[in-house]
């Protein structure tokens, strides 16, 4: 069993930046891929980030060149960067915890960033 806890949601003026944070306990992080949804009112649940157990990499396309995912697997911690964020970028933002080989899919409960002046 994985849990996972985000924080560094908030609310940012467009152009502004956030950190969001995923921590991991009770299972073996650094086999895990982690990824970052997010989900605006009346829409449904979209990919944004996912960062393999090797460190892959992939990005929606309206994210890329402004969103970066990290993980630091000493810490049990993936990141996403969101840099000159826009109002269309407002919505609950996922952690998730993926290891197919095993069927294991987790999700944390949601923070909410609001893009706003």
């Known amino acids: 069993q994985v849990q996972l806890v985000e924080s560094g949601g908030g609310l940012v003026q467009p152009g502004g930046s956030l950190r969001l944070s995923c921590t991991a306990s009770g299972s073996i992080f650094r086999l895990y891929t982690m990824g970052w949804y997010r989900q605006a009112p009346g829409k449904q649940r979209e990919l944004v980030a996912v960062?393999?157990?090797?460190?892959?990499?992939n990005y929606a396309d309206s994210v890329k060149g402004r969103f970066t995912i990290s993980r630091d697997n000493a810490k049990n911690t993936v990141y996403l960067q969101m840099n000159s964020l826009k109002p269309e970028d407002t919505a609950v933002y996922y952690c998730?915890?993926?290891?197919?080989?095993?069927?294991?899919?987790?999700w944390g409960q949601g923070t909410q960033v609001t893009v706003s002046s």
């Open positions: 960062i393999g157990s090797g460190g892959s990499m």
């Open positions: 998730n915890a993926k290891r197919i080989t095993v069927q294991h899919n987790y």
